[in-house]
């Protein structure tokens, strides 16, 4: 198995949306990337925050944003992100007739282009797409609200895309999304994970920064044990 150093995204969707700045600086010098979870109320029942959150957001700090879109329509909004200055913009496999040609949008804007899988969907029709893209989210939630369960069964995706990566030599991180905290992050890892988005385990904690340190203190040893 490839080893990366494991990035941690914290999801400001747990985050006191009325501090979001003071948010976003307490994970500053702890996280990898910033996720932000946008979300429509067509592809998925719940509403939170879009464009120009983001573009405020992209001033107050360094973090590269990492931008999960759970809308429907993706080929219309997404180049936006990239626009406003997203290092990754992932949109959803279910909600894209087309993802190879938005992934050459997405890319052409300038930012990395991501592929999310939901809880329902299969990994295999995507797997051959995934030279084009430069991340691919497998939700271990069914995506929508942050709390959840980490649902284990899902990791059997991450284990397939991990030796489909593996096996074709490509550039790609596996990122995970759902439930993911100390308890979780070491099986997610394991499964060949390189990626950890987690909301509740880190903004609901005393200190977020020293949660970030510590998921990925976990997830380093889960890949150096393996
Ligand atoms: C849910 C979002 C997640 C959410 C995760 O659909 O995609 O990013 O913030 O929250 P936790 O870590 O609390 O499960
Ligand atoms: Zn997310």
Redesign the pocket.
């Known amino acids: 198995m490839t080893v990366t150093p494991p990035i941690v995204a914290p999801?400001i969707?747990?985050a006191d949306f009325a501090h979001l700045a003071d948010e976003v600086r307490a994970v500053e010098d702890a996280a990898d990337w910033l996720?932000v979870?946008v979300m429509d109320n067509h592809f998925v029942p719940n509403l939170t925050i879009g464009l120009p959150v983001v573009q405020s957001l992209r001033a107050v700090t360094r973090l590269p944003f990492d931008v999960?879109l759970?809308i429907d329509d993706p080929r219309r909004w997404a180049p936006g992100y990239a626009d406003a200055g997203a290092y990754n913009v992932t949109f959803h496999a279910e909600a894209c007739d087309n993802p190879v040609a938005l992934a050459k949008d997405l890319r052409a804007a300038g930012a990395k282009a991501g592929l999310a899988i939901d809880r329902d969907t299969a990994i295999e029709p995507y797997l051959e797409l995934l030279p084009s893209f430069d991340t691919l989210l497998i939700m271990t939630?069914k995506?929508?609200?942050?709390?959840?369960r980490f649902v284990p069964e899902l990791l059997e995706k991450v284990r397939a895309a991990r030796r489909h990566v593996d096996a074709g030599h490509l550039e790609l991180r596996i990122e995970v999304?759902?439930?993911?905290a100390a308890d979780t992050i070491e099986q997610a890892a394991a499964a060949g994970a390189d990626a950890f988005?987690?909301?509740?385990?880190v903004y609901g904690a005393d200190d977020p920064a020293e949660a970030v340190r510590r998921l990925r203190g976990l997830a380093e040893r889960a890949v150096a044990g393996a």
Do not use: E, K, P, R
């Open positions: 999801s969707l747990a996720h979870d999960h759970m939630i995506a929508g609200f942050g709390g959840q999304d759902g439930g993911i988005v987690a909301g509740t385990a």
